[in-house]
């Protein structure tokens, strides 16, 4: 005999969501624009009309605010270069602290083209074969495993081996100045080799859900990790429980909801799909674990946003949002940007380091490599 049980009646949380991921999709392209733009202005000063250069284009540099943070924990100094990296990377980690890796799947621009590619995977599966293919574990653990080794790599390669006029060096250096830039022209300009891998990856995206984020993205591997310190976890009670399986067939990180009393995974990203189809009320729920409090899902819509755009909010009240390369600086550079090549040995960061100090004088300067 069926277990009779109490209707969730409580209204689903995946337009907010969808609202959210949009207006960051929207931010994102507006900040494109206005990047084009300034490129356009150091190309040909002399004709264009000058744009600022948007500082939020500094959230696509995440190695650069890696070291960034790193440097600012040796020496407590906010590198001058990309100050916006180093405090959207302090969001993301802030936010995944307290929601879990939820910047993926509410602000991540890519974790949002990722959902609509592997939405779009789903229908053409299911109208080829009637039902959608998922990896089996043999195989996705271990892909599942890669995105750890990028990020072991970078971390080691960071935290393990340069020394702090190692990072002073690099992050003073015209690649690093321009890194945003050459970042630009990496897709405004793109290679043919470039462009096949990205294709790969998108085709490969169609008929695995998320496969950049799943398995590649150093980022979202470095979430993952702080996600697991977050005392906020999706939680079920099994007495109530009718085991329906609503749950883990609704998630898109192949978590197996229905059978276990806490997820503690580093894939779960908070997106709440998962509580929104559970049909028994206050079954599954996201709570503070140590407070066994139930976070309402209107706070995890709105807190998310808020808590990241709060920490830029105080980057940019304190006046610590904007770099201080002024625009003659990016015009000089630009003229060489396709010889700046990425400083490889400490002989070549030391004499790309005199060069920046030409062209580029924080006022840290003094404190350094003497
Ligand atoms: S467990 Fe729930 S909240 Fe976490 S990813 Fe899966 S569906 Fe989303
Ligand atoms: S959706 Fe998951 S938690 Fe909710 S009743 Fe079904 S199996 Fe249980």
């Known amino acids: 005999m069926p277990r009779k049980y109490i209707k969730n009646t409580e209204k ?3 337009l907010y969501r969808s609202i959210t991921q949009i207006l960051f999709i929207l931010i994102c392209i507006w900040i494109g624009i206005e990047f084009y733009l300034f490129t356009k202005f150091i190309e040909s000063p002399g004709s264009a009309v000058f744009v600022e250069r948007p500082p939020g284009a500094e959230a696509f540099l995440p190695i650069s605010a890696l070291m960034s943070v790193y440097y600012f924990i040796q020496t407590g100094i906010i590198h001058d270069a990309h100050p916006a990296g180093f405090f959207i ?13 939820s910047f993926c799947s509410w ?11 592997a939405d779009f995977g789903d229908k053409i599966q299911k109208k080829l074969f009637k039902k959608v293919y998922r990896l089996p574990r043999w195989l996705d653990y271990p892909l599942r495993s890669l995105k750890y080794l990028l990020l072991g790599f970078f971390v080691y390669s960071i935290f393990f081996t340069m020394s702090t006029i190692a ?7 015209p690649y690093n100045l321009v890194a945003d830039v050459k970042m630009w022209y990496f897709f405004a300009d793109i290679s043919k080799t470039s462009l096949i891998v990205i294709s790969v990856l998108f085709f490969l995206s169609i008929f695995i859900r998320n496969f950049w984020c799943r398995f590649l993205c150093p980022y979202g591997a470095l979430l993952g990790i ?3 310190l977050s005392p906020q976890k999706i939680t079920r009670d099994p007495i109530s429980c009718i085991d329906c399986a609503l749950c883990a067939k609704a998630c898109p990180s192949n978590i197996k909801v ?6 503690f995974s580093d894939e779960c990203s908070t997106c709440m799909s998962c509580v929104d189809v559970c049909p028994v009320e206050d079954t599954l729920q996201l709570k503070s674990v140590p407070f066994k409090r139930v976070i309402p899902k209107k706070l995890i819509a709105f ?7 709060t920490i830029i909010t105080v980057a940019k009240i304190s006046n610590s949002w904007e770099n201080n390369i002024s625009p003659i600086e990016y015009i000089d550079l630009h003229q060489n940007i396709h010889s ?18 030409q062209m580029h004088t924080p006022k840290e300067l003094e404190i350094t490599n003497d």
Not at 107 to 113: A, D, R, V
Not at 303 to 309: E, N, T, Y
Not at 343 to 355: A, F, H, Q, V, W
Request: net charge positive; with cysteine.
């Open 258 to 263: 229905d059978k276990v009393k806490t997820v």
């Open 167 to 173: 990072l002073r060096m690099f992050l003073d250096s």
């Open 89 to 101: 990377l302090i969001a993301v980690i802030a936010v995944s602290l307290v929601f879990g890796k």
């Open 340 to 357: 700046l090549g990425h400083p490889r040995s400490t002989t070549e960061l030391d004499e790309l380091n005199k060069k920046a100090k």
């Open 107 to 117: 602000i991540c621009p890519i974790g949002t083209l990722s959902e609509y590619i």
């Open 226 to 228: 702080f996600s697991l």
């Open 12 to 14: 689903s949380i995946q």
């Open 303 to 309: 807190g998310v946003s808020i808590l990241f755009l």
